[in-house]
């Protein structure tokens, strides 16, 4: 089994500079592609950040500039360091993971169980 598990959310003010943590744990071989999605409510699952094996990384518009992803390989650990946050980032943030659990296996997506963070006076 694999387990994707994201730490680090909460109520934030405005402003405010976060760091979400995701851990990947259970039988592992390789972890291709990390990466953050967040769902407000009422609203479609967007992309957020991603980040290739080799750290290679993309952002969505919304908030290049302000979050910065990166990883851990080590520690099969993908970070999200939010900074100047603003109500409209309220959201459940979910972590996923492009993951071979053996040599031979065809990589598959998991995703953790998400983590809300709340940008709120």
């Known amino acids: 089994q694999v387990q994707l598990v994201e730490s680090g959310g909460g109520l934030v003010q405005p402003g405010g500079s976060p760091r979400l943590s995701c851990a990947a744990s259970g039988t592992i071989f390789t972890i291709d592609a990390m990466g953050w999605s967040r769902q407000a409510p009422g609203k479609q699952r967007e992309l957020v950040a991603s980040?290739?094996?080799?750290?290679?990384?993309s952002y969505a518009d919304s908030v290049k500039g302000r979050f910065t992803i990166s990883r851990d390989n080590a520690k099969n650990t993908v970070y999200l360091q939010m900074n100047s946050l603003k109500p409209e980032d309220t959201a459940v943030y979910y972590c996923?993971?492009?993951?071979?659990?053996?040599?031979?296996?065809?990589?598959?997506?998991?995703w953790g169980q998400g983590t809300q963070v709340t940008v709120s006076s």
């Open positions: 996923n993971a492009n993951i071979k659990r053996r040599s031979y296996d065809t990589p598959r997506n998991y």
């Open positions: 980040i290739t094996s080799y750290s290679s990384t």
